[in-house]
């Protein structure tokens, strides 16, 4: 594949699931051809209608020669073997969030070809616009400490995301933030506490996580990361997702939550923006775009991979607690 000036030919794989199919849409949107959906689900044809898309069952009939980029929305633990297969016969390729649901699922995707050239993960959180104005303010900024509270709206907590391989909301959902916060700071956290709950819906996976950590350079990263049966009055990806970020610093407080930002200085000033809600999966479409005529993919496995290993401490962390409380 060699950087070309006709409209990027995209696949999209899991096409017609929650995210699959806002990637399609996403893409169609952003003046890429939508050339072929995998999806093996009958929901899948009306879609690929809707696009003028082909639709095959599997990602073995994909062909480098006729593809610029192959974006992948699996459940979690099926992505890293697909997306290692597709770059060893050179595609490019976007893949969901996180590049696995643990750091050993990731290791088959460590050792495929170009990963770190031709792979960028989905993280959308970076190309809100509040995410590059929080990450400029807080360079050169003594932080004290980032609290997160991220919570995505969810009926049931049912198929893959209830299977305990796929590891639980802080896998899933938090990891978003995970991602975003360790990519302002340097080396391994420590962590402090955690806790984990499965009490809203009674699955077998941890349904509401809340932990502490702290980086080297003394910050705390508290978070707190739950499926919620109840909608959110305001929240991202057209209200299904409500997220704060506070940063506190000796300079000042940012308060980046959802589409507002409000910043609190020192010598007393303030400051709020408001965006128009974003369409997180269009803008990260069109960066995607740039990525695959031969740009530097916005996230990378190396960064996505600290988050996995991260959310793999959390995990180990919240169980080991859980399995030490002693009944009454
Ligand atoms: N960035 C975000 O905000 C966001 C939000 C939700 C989900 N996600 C991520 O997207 C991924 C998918 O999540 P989802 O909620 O869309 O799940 P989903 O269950 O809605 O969709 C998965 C789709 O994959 C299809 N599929 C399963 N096996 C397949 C196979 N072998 N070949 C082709 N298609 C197959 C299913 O039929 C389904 O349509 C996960 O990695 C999740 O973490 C990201």
Not at 8 to 36: D, I, L, N, Q, Y
Not at 97 to 103: E, G, H, S, T
Not at 135 to 162: E, Y
Not at 222 to 249: A, C, F, H, I, K
Request: charged share 20%; hydrophobic share 45%; aromatic share 6%.
């Amino acid at each position: 594949m060699t950087a070309t000036s006709h409209a990027p030919r995209v696949a999209v794989v899991g096409a017609a699931g929650w995210a699959g199919s806002r990637h399609a849409r996403a893409f169609a949107a952003a003046g890429a051809k939508v050339t072929v959906l995998v999806e093996k689900d009958e929901r899948g044809l009306a879609l690929a209608q809707e696009l003028g898309a082909r639709l095959v069952p599997s990602t073995a009939e994909l062909h480098p020669e006729h593809l610029d980029l192959v974006v992948v929305a699996l459940p979690t633990t099926m992505q890293p073997v697909i997306c290692a297969d597709l770059l060893n016969r050179g595609f490019r390729v976007l893949t969901e969030k996180p590049v696995a649901a643990d750091a050993e699922g990731a290791a088959v995707l460590a050792a495929a070809s170009g990963v770190n050239e031709r792979l960028m993960v989905g993280y959308t959180l970076h190309h809100h616009p509040a995410a590059a104005l929080v990450s400029q303010w807080i360079r050169n900024k003594s932080v004290i400490a980032v609290s997160v509270r991220s919570v995505a709206h969810k009926q049931n907590v049912h198929s893959w995301r209830a299977d305990p391989k796929e590891g639980g909301v802080a896998v899933v959902n938090g990891i978003h933030a995970i991602e975003l916060v360790s990519s302002w700071f340097d080396g391994d956290p420590k962590l402090l506490a955690s806790s984990a709950s499965s009490s809203l819906y009674g699955s077998p996976v941890p349904e509401h996580v809340v932990c502490a950590l702290e980086f080297p350079e003394g910050v705390v990263f508290t978070m707190q990361s739950y499926w919620s049966p109840w909608r959110e009055p305001q929240g991202l990806n057209q209200g299904d997702w409500s997220l704060t970020v506070d940063v506190l610093t000796s300079e000042g407080r940012m308060l980046w939550s959802n589409d507002s930002l409000r910043v609190w200085e020192r010598d007393g000033g303030q400051n709020e923006k408001t965006f128009d809600p974003s369409d997180l999966f269009l803008l990260q479409a069109e960066a995607a775009l740039k990525f695959c005529r031969g740009g530097t993919p916005a996230v990378t496995f190396a960064q996505a991979l600290r988050a996995t290993e991260i959310s793999d401490a959390v995990r180990a962390d919240a169980l080991s607690r859980a399995e030490g409380m002693v009944s009454p």
